[in-house]
């Protein structure tokens, strides 16, 4: 018999995962690459291949084997770690995630999968009939809180949404610095670098490597605090959208301004992995 490239004897071999062991066929159990005999415990980590490598699981191991790469398991607790699964190259939990096209987890409460595109219920909208997603027509930016981080989160690897409306801008920057102006209920944030994704202005916003964000907050929305302010903003990039009631304006030669002056015409989302994807953007 074969195992693997190696023949080997049933009698008094056996062949785990391509891997020849001492151990009759008849007698033998496997566990990954490792072999047991029937009258002894299972262990509680096997090993088998993953891709290039190996990996570990069993019920004391906190891998996973995904797409041919090794994982590591986003608990140890085995109440948790029987609800992950792979997603992609990634894990996800079933109990609060789904996996979207096989390869984007994304939150069961707040997101959805449109012919395994994802999306946000609350500012995108699935057509079923094409299977494309689209920023929803009266996006109410208002009841956004920046301090709170009450912001929809997006995975920059996942496609963002089309834009309908051909009067849609689309900004991407890294927020560097950032202030609050509480008389003025208005937020500041140097975006630096950004790109505009797509642009449909009179002005042109896209003349130097830095962009001045400035956000008009409505009634409702609070940040009484700038390190909050701050601390929100750290480690993503922002995707801004809007269509209307839009200014770009040199505030000094070096760096145009962008106003949002009109909040139920503008979303933003807080992106995730930002870094590499903002330079994926600027190439």
Same mark, same amino acid.
């Given at each position: 018999?074969?195992?693997?490239?190696?023949?080997?004897?049933?009698?008094?071999?056996?062949?785990?995962?391509r891997?020849?062991?001492?151990?009759?066929?008849?007698?033998?159990?496997?566990?990954? @690459?490792?072999?047991?005999?029937?009258?002894? =415990?299972?262990?509680?980590?096997?090993? =088998?291949?993953?891709? @290039?490598?190996?990996?570990?699981?069993?019920?004391?191991?906190?891998?996973l084997?995904?797409?041919g790469?090794?994982?590591?398991?986003?608990?140890?607790?085995?109440?948790? =770690?029987?609800?992950?699964?792979?997603c992609?190259?990634?894990?996800?939990?079933?109990?609060?995630?789904?996996?979207?096209?096989?390869?984007?987890?994304?939150?069961?409460?707040?997101?959805?999968?449109?012919?395994? @595109?994802?999306?946000?219920?609350?500012?995108?909208? +699935?057509?079923?009939?094409?299977?494309?997603?689209?920023?929803?027509?009266?996006?109410?930016?208002?009841?956004?809180d920046?301090?709170?981080?009450?912001? $929809?989160?997006?995975?920059?690897?996942? $496609?963002? $949404?089309?834009?309908?409306?051909?009067s849609?801008?689309?900004?991407?920057?890294?927020?560097?610095?950032?202030?609050?102006?509480?008389?003025?209920?208005?937020?500041e944030?140097?975006?630096?670098?950004?790109?505009?994704?797509?642009?449909?202005?009179?002005?042109? +916003?896209?003349?130097?490597?830095?962009?001045?964000?400035?956000?008009?907050?409505?009634?409702?929305?609070? +940040?009484?605090?700038?390190?909050?302010?701050? =601390?929100s903003?750290?480690?993503?990039?922002?995707?801004?959208f809007?269509?209307?009631?839009?200014? +770009?304006?040199?505030?000094?030669?070096?760096?145009?301004v962008l106003?949002?002056?009109?909040?139920?015409?503008?979303?933003?989302?807080?992106?995730?992995?930002?870094?590499?994807?903002?330079?994926?953007?600027?190439?």
């Amino acid at each position: 018999m074969v195992c693997g490239s190696r023949s080997y004897r049933p009698d008094t071999q056996c062949c785990c995962d391509r891997t020849v062991h001492s151990v009759p066929l008849k007698d033998c159990q496997c566990c990954g @690459t490792q072999a047991y005999r029937r009258n002894e =415990a299972k262990p509680d980590t096997c090993t =088998a291949p993953c891709g @290039t490598s190996t990996y570990h699981y069993g019920t004391q191991a906190t891998q996973l084997c995904c797409n041919g790469t090794t994982v590591v398991n986003l608990s140890t607790d085995l109440g948790i =770690a029987r609800h992950q699964i792979c997603c992609g190259q990634r894990v996800m939990n079933t109990q609060t995630h789904e996996c979207c096209n096989d390869d984007f987890s994304i939150k069961q409460k707040d997101y959805g999968c449109c012919n395994k @595109t994802p999306y946000h219920l609350d500012t995108m909208k +699935c057509y079923w009939s094409t299977g494309t997603v689209h920023m929803r027509s009266r996006t109410n930016f208002s009841s956004q809180d920046f301090c709170d981080r009450n912001l $929809p989160e997006w995975d920059t690897e996942m $496609p963002l $949404p089309s834009a309908r409306n051909t009067s849609m801008i689309h900004v991407r920057g890294l927020p560097q610095d950032c202030s609050l102006r509480v008389k003025s209920r208005q937020i500041e944030i140097v975006l630096y670098p950004f790109v505009v994704v797509n642009q449909h202005l009179d002005q042109d +916003c896209d003349a130097s490597d830095t962009l001045l964000l400035v956000i008009k907050l409505q009634a409702n929305q609070t +940040c009484s605090s700038e390190e909050k302010l701050k =601390a929100s903003l750290h480690g993503v990039a922002l995707d801004i959208f809007t269509r209307k009631h839009v200014v +770009c304006s040199k505030a000094s030669e070096d760096m145009p301004v962008l106003r949002l002056k009109d909040g139920k015409r503008a979303v933003i989302y807080l992106s995730k992995h930002a870094g590499s994807i903002l330079a994926k953007s600027l190439q």
